[in-house]
């Protein structure tokens, strides 16, 4: 056996022995910790000499604070995000909530309404749908079958206001009054003249419900009459064409004939098929 020095195995227990485990920071030191007295408790008596010189030499566990590099606002990172609904979604809410009766029915109505508007390519609504289902020409009301009327007049099938929304009625509107705006410009421009650029006014109050009506009308009257000079150029063209068909033949079928008399008639009299001979 080699002989111990008592001095130097003192001051070796004085210091940090190396098969120590390094103290760690933050929550997880008090579960390593709880760990290493448990299994200390069940071994021989070295280890657990080894253990206390450890348990001394490992300093206490302190808290987690908070520093000040920390980013305030991170706090709001995971809070739930509410979003606005669009002009559209509310309109619809108001819609669908007028035609509603009960409370019940208005929740279920509104959760319908928007993730109806927010499907972007979905066709109609389940209402609109059981209403068009349940709509024949002999069940029109007066204003529908009018606007029925309408519709074959023009030459194509109008927007029928039962089954869009205020917001939607509105936009078409103004998509009317924008598209005349233009067609008037293009008239004051073939005469010779520039017209006056268009300017956003925000305190105009001249254009109204009855404004919009009359222009609607009038564009209306325009668009009929248009639709009947096309009616007419159209049969024009058609009965044009079967004449152009038919004098086409009958050139042709005379060429035809002409160019076989022609040829007959170059055939000398003597030379004779050779069957006839």
Request: aromatic share 6%; with cysteine.
């Amino acid at each position: 056996m080699w002989p111990v020095n008592t001095a130097q195995y003192e001051s070796g227990c004085s210091e940090l022995p190396l098969y120590a485990p390094m103290p760690l920071n933050g929550p997880a030191y008090p579960r390593l910790l709880s760990n290493i007295e448990d299994d200390a408790s069940n071994t021989s008596g070295t280890t657990s000499f080894a253990s206390h010189e450890s348990d001394a030499a490992i300093p206490e566990a302190k808290p987690y604070a908070a520093t000040d590099e920390e980013n305030p606002l991170d706090v709001y990172l995971d809070a739930p995000q509410i979003l606005f609904p669009t002009p559209s979604e509310l309109l619809s809410d108001l819609n669908t909530r007028s035609e509603s009766g009960g409370g019940a029915a208005q929740v279920d109505a509104q959760e319908k309404s928007r993730s109806t508007s927010m499907s972007s390519s979905s066709g109609p609504s389940l209402a609109k749908r059981k209403r068009e289902s349940r709509e024949k020409p002999e069940n029109l009301n007066q204003r529908k079958a009018y606007f029925r009327a309408v519709s074959e007049n023009v030459g194509f099938t109008i927007t029928d206001p039962d089954t869009i929304t205020s917001h939607d009625k509105k936009r078409s509107y103004l998509e009317c009054l924008e598209e005349y705006v233009q067609w008037l410009h293009e008239q004051i421009r073939l005469v010779g003249h520039e017209p006056v650029p268009l300017e956003r006014i925000s305190t105009y109050r001249g254009l109204r419900n009855n404004s919009l009506r009359t222009m609607l009308v009038h564009m209306q009257t325009t668009i009929r009459d248009r639709n009947v000079q096309k009616q007419r150029a159209e049969e024009r063209f058609l009965e044009l064409e079967s004449a152009l068909m038919m004098r086409t033949a009958a050139e042709e079928s005379l060429q035809f004939r002409r160019h076989s008399i022609a040829i007959g008639a170059a055939i000398p009299s003597s030379i004779a098929p050779g069957f006839m001979g």
